[in-house]
């Protein structure tokens, strides 16, 4: 295992939570249906752990989180452009297409999210000793998590846009029934 990209991953972990927190609030700002309001405030919650967790894994490792890498830096920049993106949206259009556009900079946030909590748990099932029991409980807290943010939110962003486009949506999404391990009903099977 190359310990340096280890270390890079959890530096863009650490940067995809924080991130995560300003896509929330933005999206906060944006959202009009209450049910994803009351999911994004708990989500937004969630996040701000995941990052106290992270924060924990790189003390027990002894990565300073302090220190910045070219890569977290472009992590935070794509995280600054969803921002940005949600900004635009309330400024210039329907409230509606803000809250579309606040979906979709969730499902991108999220999807970065998920696939690095998916490597943490890769690199923990393939280390040894304190590396592996560190990164097992830290994986242990999240990743169901990291599954229902991901899951939920694409379902949210796919029918407030059938919505939009004036078809029958399914609101709250039929992904909010399943739990994101064992999907519930699928999409395809809209009344
Ligand atoms: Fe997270
Ligand atoms: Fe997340």
Known sequence: MKNEQVAELLYQALET???GIEVYTAALECVLNDDLKKEW???LEQTRNHEQIVLAVMDKLGLDPQME??????VRQIGES???AMEMALEGGPPEAAQLV???SVVQAETKDHLNWELIHEIAEKSKGEL?????????QVEDEE???LYHSTGWCRELWIESLGMPAVLPPP???GDAVSPGPTPGSRA
């Open 69 to 74: 890498t070219p890569g977290q830096l472009v």
């Open 175 to 177: 992904e909010e029934e």
């Open 82 to 84: 969803l921002v940005e």
């Open 41 to 43: 405030q708990e989500y």
């Open 102 to 104: 606040a979906c979709e």
């Open 17 to 19: 939570e924080r991130g």
């Open 132 to 140: 592996r029991q560190t990164l097992m409980a830290a994986c242990e």
């Open 147 to 149: 599954d229902e943010h």
